[in-house]
């Protein structure tokens, strides 16, 4: 079965750099969330849309921002890049019927240098 | 208060037994669902099973399955029959509000499974 794609899988960027992030849901998966796992840590989340309107906001910094395109894919640009941004982001995607599962996809590992 | 709350920050079983990994979660929310995710050391996060707060029965899947206790507000998950591929780190996780709702999860700290020969 189709699975969540995310690309890249590994970025290294410098501080102070932006980064995009770029997420592609499960077919007709109509809810995209993101979350930020730093070293041992569990997943924080992000943001989420649906139908690509914004649907919630967690603890995103203002240096971040996102977005769902027509075609469902969905964006997390990350400016003025810290060191403390080094983590694993993930993206998961879900259906608004049955239990609403959110299947991640397998996270870029960004490494802020 | 933590909403999640994962006891056990790691966990020893040997191979072919069984195993529980305690989950206690808190919310006023009559509508929710408790999920557990599997995360291997390669990082991916696997879903496992869900039970949603209406729900009956105690969800199974395969040698997975929930014992969910509402009025202690509990969602262990018990790994039956343990394999050397299931270590892993295993987070329990809670969906506030009704499925269908773009709700986020919220999860707990995470419990480390070590299958030992």
């Known amino acids: 079965a189709a699975g969540v794609i995310q690309s890249p899988r590994h970025l290294i960027k410098e501080k102070r750099e932006t980064a995009t992030l770029k997420c592609y849901p499960i077919p007709r998966h109509d809810t995209v969330y993101w979350y930020q796992q730093g070293p041992g840590q569990d997943p924080q989340f992000l943001i989420s849309?649906?139908?690509?309107?914004?649907?919630d906001k967690g603890s995103i910094p203002d240096r971040f921002s996102a977005q769902q395109f027509s075609d469902y894919h969905s964006e997390l640009n990350m400016s003025s890049l810290e060191l403390g941004d080094s983590a694993l982001y993930f993206c998961a995607s879900s259906q608004r019927t049955g239990a609403g599962t959110q299947y991640f996809g397998p996270g870029t590992r960004l490494l802020v240098l | 208060a933590q909403k999640i709350t994962q006891t056990q920050p790691g966990m020893f079983v040997q191979e072919k037994e069984a195993v529980t990994l305690d989950c206690t979660y808190d919310t006023s929310d009559q509508s929710y669902g408790l999920f557990w995710y599997k995360q291997p050391s390669s990082g991916e996060m696997i879903f496992l099973i869900y039970?949603?707060?209406?729900?009956?029965q105690n969800a199974t899947e395969g040698r997975y399955s929930l014992n969910f206790q509402k009025a202690r507000k509990s969602a262990n998950l018990v790994i039956s029959a343990s394999q050397l591929g299931d270590s892993a780190m295993y987070f329990c996780a809670m969906r506030e509000g009704r499925a269908g709702t773009a709700s986020k999860l919220t999860f707990g700290t995470g419990t480390r499974l070590q299958v030992t020969l």
């Open positions: 849309f649906y139908e690509k309107m914004q649907s």
């Open positions: 039970q949603g707060s209406y729900d009956e």
